[in-house]
């Protein structure tokens, strides 16, 4: 089975929808032999509620989305290169784009019949800030394939005017310069605390898959649960029937036997009464040649 394409058809559909047609895909590909698939397809998970909103601007919007991720590109390496000008230029951009996008997001969701509450348009805003810091959630964002709402407080902080540092007041004012030890020691303090931020990301990204996995199980299960209740139902209501159908052939059964008793009986009494009319025609006829 092509995982990519039944992957790209799942993740256009709304949340609740997602599991049951995830699970008919799998059973498809396990009654094909098809175990590498099925295997595949099991494993994609469910969005959330926002997660899927923001995947409905991606999927619907193409051109703010590339926009959007053009942006992310400029803070992610304005943050690399401590680019002072161009981290105060796409800051700018970044706060206004957010609100709108996450606002727009919200209204493709409700025209697509799902509510959003303000706590869900919360989390859209936040999945966005995801796409702008971590090049993996822009990935999968591009994608329309988002699953969960992503800490956008690991790998770098928010970006706002006041976390930018000023610029010279003149070209003809040069900065100072900073003493090499202390700019080597900078880098290193940063580099050690990007480390130990993406640690942290891969922590709370594998425990998020777990709690994502765990409810994907239960809700197949609670689904499967309650067709295997409405079978027994329905086994339920066709053996009574059965037992039902049994008691009425058995009373025809009885009833039957009895008319072919009473059959047989009035069959030996006509046979006895033929027997004995015989003989007496026979006596009469020897009688008569006398």
Known sequence: MDVEEIAEKLYGLKPAEFVPARDAYVAEARKEKDMAGAKAIAALR?????????????????????????????????????????????????????????????????????????????????????????????????????????????????????????????????APKKKPGREAARRHNLERARATAEEADAKVAGHEQELGEARDAQESAGGRAEEATERVRHLERELQAARQAKAETGAAAVEAGSAVQAAERALREARRSAEHAARVVQRLEQQSDL
């Open 46 to 174: 469910r969005p959330v509620l926002a997660a899927w909103a923001a995947n409905l601007l991606a999927r619907e919007g193409r051109q703010e989305a590339e926009q959007f991720l053009a942006l992310g590109e400029t803070l992610r390496e304005a943050h690399r290169t401590l680019d002072a000008e161009r981290l105060r230029a796409a800051s700018q951009q970044q706060h206004q784009l957010v609100t709108a996008l996450a606002r727009t997001a919200a209204g493709l969701a409700r025209g697509a019949g799902e509510p959003v509450s303000d706590t869900v348009l919360h989390e859209i805003e936040q999945s966005l800030h995801g796409v702008l810091t971590h090049p993996d959630v822009a990935d999968q964002w591009s994608k329309g394939r988002l699953v969960k709402v992503p800490e956008v407080t690991v790998g770098f902080a928010a970006v706002t005017p006041e976390t930018v540092p000023d610029l010279p007041a003149s070209a003809e004012q040069p």
